[in-house]
């Protein structure tokens, strides 16, 4: 059975796997402070020159979106996110448990924009006391929808944000994809537009772990102390820090990323070609398409995916490329397309 | 200046006043557990006499929502809301600040329906523990637009909540203007269709307090505990007792409640034959008409009235009648919406 | 029966009624954005010339302590209280509930001292972020036990918050007691040296109501916000400006507490004369005995009052004076001492 | 320089190396439904045949910890934990931040009895619903002190708990070592006596994970839902469940237990014999020494360790052996430790 199921499913690229077998018998200092992590923060930083960055490693997504916030957000303030943000759906209420209201905005293409920013912004000043305080946007880059933020959008935002004096956060478990799609900038500007964001790995290449860099050197004080009161701090730290070494040593992050885009834009293409209508024009590694009840039963006996939403009828079926997808891999499912459409009744 | 602004602008009926007096020099218990509060707890219980309920007195209705929510859910548990509706609008993220989510659906006409609340809860059990646990309901009867629920529909929404083992929670802050507004029900009803549910004091003559029913039996023990967690337990609790004596004595409850719709319905068919667009219909002893700036600055002048909402160029205002609202100032009212109109230029 | 249970067990001063009623017919801001309760601020804000305070009035003591603590502590950050403090005991957990640590410290008659909070304090340095951040010091005055600072041990601990910058609290439940047992500062002083404070009311004569007094400018801003998300912004919020109207007016305040200190501390005189040993001097309203089984037996079938602790085979007893005791009952009181003691078997 | 610093710093033993190079292009399902984790419960259920217990993996200590008393109180319960218990000291206050107190009673060599869960128990009964309920009890095996319960000590506290409805948990972070102290019980009779458990990875060999461990039926349901929301769901959850396959497949587990200990009890003995007081007479893996001034010195120019306290002059420090250390190591330290005692000053 082919796997497309996610970008989850699969340990590590060897480049880690080697380092992981060379610390094993090394004694190092617990808690992430240990000369790997510094050694992995010095990596990251360096691809930001313009901006000092504080970087911190955290096992999970979910532990990073949380731990953020809560460090981020005093107890009236909420943070504005698109409806289809990973901290608006599928953390199981992980913000609000830290006592934070998710302001949720309908989104566009998975995206917000300046202007939806503002609007939300000055409903609540209407209310104010009687309403919480929005104080922090929060944006994923690429998006749970596998698109990606534009130069200009981001730097809308940035501008909105700076006029209302809001945090800007990005959720870069999947920044590696974004990155790589063809966009106009770096990790460098983004250090400068964000005030905090995280880097993924786990969806990356990664056995796991996500890099925290702060740059709004405000939010830099008292992070540990927020890391180990939400369980973030890992004992043997240096594992996290051995996992982004060996994604910025020789940028294997990069090629990571670009390898999963151009499968899945592959795919992509193949698909639409085929005729199967599209749920969302992705510009990463994620495919969403819409599929007949015929089709879903062909594909599903051949394919490990996950079904993401129904469409009356018809069922919207998303596809992930991950470091260990092959062309081979790309192919056969294409096969399995075509041979689904061509048994479909006209 | 008229005074149309809310229903809690003025302190209480007459008879609370008297209680106060007379019970000024009483020594009691502390906490709610006395004689008054027990006297109270009675009258109450007398209204709803085929349910054993708990009757509970709390300060105010923030508070009364915040603990009523935190004694029924688990910390994964999350409320369906209204988008409308109190909590999820404006109490300054009081529910997320105990660590639960709200999930809000659209509303209609101010209130949920049992698809909308099944539409939900299925699309969370999809994916399960990556989202919240939809556990309980929460309506506003009235509510906060002014429309009252049916039998029709309560009777729906108590049946899916049986199928999916949901708690129904009923906020009353304003149930006596629904109960007086020509419903074939009673709080004999609402104590067999709700699990828990405010009786509103503040809003409908009482200095302050809300007293908490609880019906189901599960959810009666430890709620003190709760109360007195959340800082929901006066140290002279019985001055809560005074006020739902005084209420509900001799049915000034719902005398108040009359009193408040007959002259807001007055109000409001007053405003259509002059030609005002409702925002809302209302049942109730809250009025929404829609403006235009000019109409706006000429009432703003002669009234004290809340601007709820902006429509493109208009403005929707509401009106709010009380206890102690007149006929005459409503007819005075009706002048000043006559002259208002009259100034426009055709 | 004689009540000495607590100073919250009857109504409010004849000056508090007199207000309400004449009030009670005036239309008024919600909230505690009103007329009254800018009254009753000015008038607080003139018992401390030297500070300029902002002053917010709650309902109860326990949401006073919960908002305080909430308002100005971030998500690791911890209060040190005595292990008498009420936050400590008496209050379900109400600190904890808003996320935060109450580092307890044993208390040396009912306080602390400037030596256990710097001891403390450096206690959790050594260990950094794997505690909590230590950064406000609670302490009640009077005190739980009745107990009263002097101004070189408030001095001394201003010092040691200045030296470590922790944020000075001061429940003021019982400040009224505590300013008229003979100390040598006034409210001008506490406001000087603590950076957020409470002014009691509840047990000082008033129905209800604490004063939030703060002195921080920079705890000053969007104390409102948490005051909403805490439940603790009443709708008829003038009904608690009124009660300081009454108390502050006429120095209400001041006279009822000399009035509940002198007969308490007539009431501790006796009883030491004959022979009842002290569980604690106090200086203020609350009276702590050590009684006999049997000696308790006695009074408790002739007096309403409250057992605080056991004592091996030995009982600790409360005693309360308030606005409404009279001299006689404490000659009462009195009397049935003689009689408990005269019944002892020798 | 030797390290003796603490069990978690390196890697991990061989056995898990491999299977992480064994499963690394495997594809798996995500967050813990897996084959391995599977495989990984059923080894552990295995050890325990009298009970049927629920498995679950998380991956760090302060993370399990604070998962399982999110799951199992209420909002107004609290757990009761010697004062030396992690989640009372080294966790930043994770359990309060969570909303629940944290109950502390004076420790007897890192251990809680019986008759102090009562004597706290009923002290909280007393005041009832203005205390938190006390509803959960908190024990490390072996402790925070390197003390191992005894069988008797075990019964004692299970039947206290039985007596008034208490939750047993048990804090398993060491509880390798404590099954290899030479205790006449097993994890069968552990899984009998505690309600829910967790058996420590991170600190017996493998690079991270703990393994909660649900004996109680009523507290099964639904803790997968307080795992994500706590973030303490790995997506790759697979590599949780290699880590305790390679622990107790072969039993390494044990062995790994056993070689620390072993190794410690050397130290402890050889330390005794120089003359060096213990601060607290080990059974485990953790060898706390008391040495001057001088002694520190010239230790810790050839020992990386950790000091624990100071006491007076003098100062209290932790050696931890791990998987890792060798019986050279040991010997080298003894030597250390010899020389140390032969410099100083008559």
Redesign the interface.
């Known amino acids: 059975m082919l ?1 497309f ?2 970008d ?5 690229i060897p480049e880690i ?1 080697a380092l ?2 060379q ?8 808690y992430g402070q240990d000369d790997y992590c510094e050694q992995a923060s010095a990596l990251i930083q360096s691809k930001m020159p313009d901006t000092e960055v504080d970087v911190h490693f955290v ?5 990073t979106n ?2 953020i916030l ?2 981020i957000l ?3 303030e ?1 943070v504005i996110s698109p409806d289809t943000g990973h901290i608006a ?6 913000i ?7 302001v ?1 905005v309908p989104n566009s293409a998975g995206k917000l924009n300046a202007a939806m920013i503002r609007k939300t912004y000055n409903g609540h000043m209407l ?1 104010y ?5 929005p104080k922090a946007v929060y944006i994923s880059n690429a998006t749970e929808l596998g698109t990606v933020y534009t130069r200009k959008e981001l730097e809308e935002i940035r501008a909105v944000c700076d006029e209302l004096d809001l945090y800007l956060m990005m959720d870069g478990a999947r920044i590696g994809s974004a990155l790589m799609s063809g966009v106009d900038y770096t990790l460098n500007d983004i250090a400068k537009w964000c005030d905090i964001f995280s880097i993924g790995g ?2 990356n290449g990664a ?2 772990g996500e890099a925290v860099c702060i740059s709004n050197p405000l939010l830099k004080p ?1 992070f ?13 730290g240096w ?1 996290l820090g051995l996992q982004f070494i060996g994604l910025f040593q020789k940028d294997a992050f990069y090629k990571v990323a670009a390898h999963e885009n151009k499968l899945a834009q592959q795919l992509q293409s193949h698909a639409m070609e085929l005729g199967y209508p599209l749920f969302m024009k992705s510009d990463t590694n994620l495919v969403f398409l819409v599929v007949t009840p015929a089709e879903l039963e062909y594909l599903r006996a051949r394919v ?1 995916f996950e079904i993401w939403d129904y469409w009356n009828d018809d069922i919207v079926i998303r596809f992930v490329t991950s470091f ?1 997808t092959t062309p081979e891999e790309v192919e056969y499912l294409g096969v399995y397309l075509e041979e689904a459409k061509e048994k479909e009744p006209d």
């Open positions: 796997f199921r996610n989850y499913g699969q340990g590590c796997l992981l077998e610390a094993n018998q090394v004694s190092c200092n617990g096992m999970s997504g979910t532990l949380q731990t809560k460090h005093r107890s009236f909420a759906t599928h953390e199981t209420g992980a609000e448990a830290t006592g934070h209201k998710v949720i209310q006391e009687h309403m919480v305080y786990t969806k056995l796991f008292y540990r102390f927020v890391m180990k009161q939400n369980g973030a701090m890992l004992a043997k594992l490990d260990h």
